[in-house]
């Protein structure tokens, strides 16, 4: 399975960008990477996913790398309710998700 | 659309017992994946099921077992129960295929004593 390392912990000010880093430099070529978050032990809940372009949605923007070797989450404008655990990590063959051990986000007023 | 549901959200066994958790996927939806999250291992997964078969397979031993219904509600069992089982586990549920995103339900918890 492919390796995936996350920063442990993070704060952000609200309404400041939140620039979470995901180390996955043991992906495969046709492994999409996909970003999860989960409050309080709920179900994961899907932020976004990309494969080599730089990808944009509601929620958040996904920076990938050129070698795909990483990726960064951008929440744009951080409020409380964005206070969650990250995971990032790629789907592998076999419709498997693996995650890395999750980055633990505050945000502070 | 509802989303993923699984039931019950709680559950406490003692060792030895068995246990079978339910998981109702997105309407639409024909994949199911289970899996199981502990603080120290993290997310692990389980199985997936389409159309009814056992498609992927963690690895996890011979007691927990699945079956995915006509109506693509899974089921997924854990027989003889052992205090390392107590966790969290997770249903996920999408279109088809590798390309889909995958969507979460709440979990279950279940407490092995």
């Known amino acids: 399975d492919a390796k995936t390392t996350q920063p442990t912990s993070m704060d952000c000010a609200e309404g400041r960008a939140a620039n979470l880093p995901c180390n996955h430099s043991t992906i495969s070529g046709n492994e999409y990477v996909y970003w999860y978050r989960q409050i309080h032990s709920q179900g994961p809940q899907y932020i976004i996913h990309?494969?080599?372009n730089n990808e944009t949605n509601e929620m958040a923007s996904l920076i990938i790398t050129e070698d795909r070797k990483s990726s960064t989450l951008i929440l744009p404008h951080a409020t409380l309710r964005d206070t969650a655990v990250y995971y990032c990590?790629?789907?592998?063959?076999?419709?498997?998700?693996?995650f890395g051990g999750g980055t633990r986000v505050l945000v502070k007023p | 659309k509802a989303g993923v549901t699984q039931t019950p959200r709680y559950l406490i066994k003692t060792r030895g017992q068995q246990v079978t958790l339910s998981c109702s996927p997105i309407?639409?939806?024909?994949?199911v994946s289970w899996y199981q999250q502990t603080p120290g291992q993290g997310l692990q997964f389980l199985f997936e099921y389409f159309s009814e078969t056992q498609r992927n397979k963690g690895n996890f031993p011979g007691r927990f077992s699945g079956r995915q219904f006509s109506n693509s509600r899974s089921e997924m069992n854990v027989s003889t129960l052992e205090l390392g089982d107590s966790a969290l586990y997770l249903c996920?549920?999408?279109?088809?295929?590798?390309?889909?995103?995958?969507?979460f339900g709440p979990g279950t918890r279940l407490l092995v004593l």
């Open positions: 996920a549920s999408s279109l088809e295929g590798q390309k889909e995103t995958q969507y």
């Open positions: 309407s639409g939806h024909r994949s």
């Open positions: 990309g494969l080599k």
């Open positions: 990590g790629p789907k592998a063959a076999g419709n498997k998700l693996t």
